[in-house]
């Protein structure tokens, strides 16, 4: 600003409108005013920062670094456990690739075991632990380990910072040892195959006790051991118990048919039978030889006394003839019995003791008969249970069967993982370490010098930034130019800021 009243003359000539006025000289001198006008402001931010930044620098203690790196080979495919497809194939580690290797070096599934190792090591318990020490931890962990690919390399190298070299050197190789473990699991097909294969396999053995007890269970609640070989002994008794049945029917059905046979040959024989039998003239003829004899005598009688008209002589006549009639008859019929004997008959004495016997033997074998039925009832009663026990016992030896199949199975699994998994420890993975994390020589004191020379450059441009930012939104005129430019009227004179110019003596007296 002007330091004095300037009177307009041959020095300061008339305002004329001037189109080809010098911007970037008006610009410098804007700038230099700015800078003048608010110097204490920009000073004062400078030192600021300047002091803010070496105070942390100083306060800050002293860092060390730990580096190592790590080679991603492209001459092995991915270690493989029978079942599991491969399903990345060959690895082409673009840039893409690498930094997803990088993003797993930070992930939680590595710093996690490295924060728990590393909170153990200070001498607190991991079952003191909390969740938010250990997320803090994980943190700090996380913000000290740098990961960059190498360029043109399939290198990555992994740099950690710590207060001593030997903290940065251990933590690093526990970030490293967990890298690759986890690396070897992703690559034996998947990162939580062995924990997956653990859990199932311990929940499949808690089911197979299950399964096995409640077998044992129902094997001493039926008192049966093998429920295959009590049916085949009781299918075997009830086949014998039928054909017996079958035998016995047969039997009696015979039995029967002697029964009708002897009692139509008992219906055909008579109670009693003659023993013996005497032979005698027949008595008739001589009784109708008398009565003959007599007839005639009388006939002659009559035809002495009577014509032959006579009926009395026709009566005796007929008599006569009747009489001979009948001796002849008796002649030819010759001689008689005289005497016979008779006793029962033999034969059917016999016969009804056979049929007896026949009877007697039908109601045995129907007895028989009966009593076989009712075994084989009770057979087929007693093997339909068993056939439902069969069911209920296949079924649980079923599941136990089962059970130790999964288990086994599960079994079988997690050891092949594990061997893909100590394959990959072991280097024989996709991922190998070419340089064990060592430290730095040196320290840090450069990066602090730097910091705190940084600090002063972004204090002095941020007080500058500020000081435009104030001129900015002030409106009011502050240079002869000023008032020429914007109201269009020359400066006649300018009155000096007089505030910061000492008070003459004598002014004072005359006040």
Not at 103 to 125: Q, W, Y
């Amino acid at each position: 600003m002007a330091q004095g009243i300037t009177p307009a003359g041959s020095f300061y000539p008339a305002y004329t409108l001037q189109p080809e006025k010098n911007d970037t000289w008006d610009a410098t001198k804007q700038l230099f005013f700015a800078v003048f006008k608010w110097q204490r402001l920009i000073f004062g931010i400078f030192l600021a920062f300047t002091i803010a930044a070496a105070a942390a620098m100083f306060l800050k203690p002293p860092t060390r670094t730990a580096t190592a790196k790590v080679l991603l080979k492209t001459d092995r495919m991915p270690l493989q456990i029978s079942g599991l497809s491969n399903l990345t194939g060959r690895m082409l580690y673009s840039p893409q690739v690498l930094q997803s290797e990088i993003e797993m070096i930070k992930s939680r599934d590595v710093l996690f075991p490295v924060t728990k190792k590393l909170l153990i090591d200070s001498g607190k318990s991991e079952k003191d632990l909390t969740p938010e020490e250990i997320d803090t931890t994980m943190v700090s962990v996380a913000t000290n380990t740098v990961a960059a690919a190498l360029p043109d390399t399939n290198v990555i190298q992994v740099t950690y910072f710590a207060p001593s070299a030997k903290e940065a050197e251990n933590t690093l190789a526990m970030v490293l040892d967990e890298y690759l473990e986890q690396q070897a699991t992703v690559q034996s097909g998947s990162a939580k195959l062995i924990s997956f294969y653990e859990q199932e396999k311990k929940r499949i053995g808690l089911e197979l006790g299950a399964a096995e007890d409640q077998f044992k269970k129902w094997q001493e609640a039926t008192n049966i051991l093998s429920t295959d070989q009590q049916i085949q002994n009781h299918l075997t008794l009830l086949a014998e118990r039928e054909g017996s049945l079958q035998r016995s029917v047969a039997d009696m059905e015979a039995t029967r048919a002697k029964i009708v046979s002897l009692r139509n040959q008992l219906a055909g024989q008579p109670e009693r039978s003659v023993t013996s039998r005497e032979q005698v003239r027949n008595p008739l003829i001589a009784k109708l030889q008398a009565d003959l004899v007599s007839a005639e005598l009388a006939l002659k009688d009559l035809l002495q006394r009577l014509t032959d008209k006579d009926r009395r002589v026709q009566e005796k006549r007929e008599q006569i003839a009747l009489i001979k009639s009948e001796l002849s008859g008796a002649q030819n019929e010759g001689d008689v019995i005289g005497r016979e004997t008779t006793d029962l008959n033999p034969l059917r004495e016999a016969l009804r003791k056979e049929l007896a016997g026949a009877v007697a033997l039908f109601t045995s074998q129907a007895s028989q008969a009966e009593a076989l039925r009712k075994q084989t009832r009770e057979a087929i009663a007693a093997l339909n249970p068993l056939r439902e026990k069969k069911v209920e016992g296949d079924r649980l030896a079923r599941v136990v069967e089962l059970q130790k199949d999964a288990f086994m199975l599960y079994g079988k699994k997690l050891e092949e993982a594990r061997i893909a998994s100590g394959l990959g420890k072991e280097q024989l993975a996709n991922v190998a370490v070419i340089e064990r994390p060592h430290a730095a020589l040196g320290s840090d004191l450069l990066k602090r010098v730097l910091m705190v020379i940084a600090a002063a450059v972004l204090g002095i441009l941020l007080g500058i930034a500020v000081a435009f930012g104030l001129e900015f939104v002030n409106n009011s005129f502050r240079t002869q130019t000023d008032v020429e430019h914007y109201l269009g009227v020359p400066v006649l004179a300018a009155i000096p800021d007089l505030r910061d110019r000492p008070i003459p003596a004598g002014l004072l007296n005359a006040q």
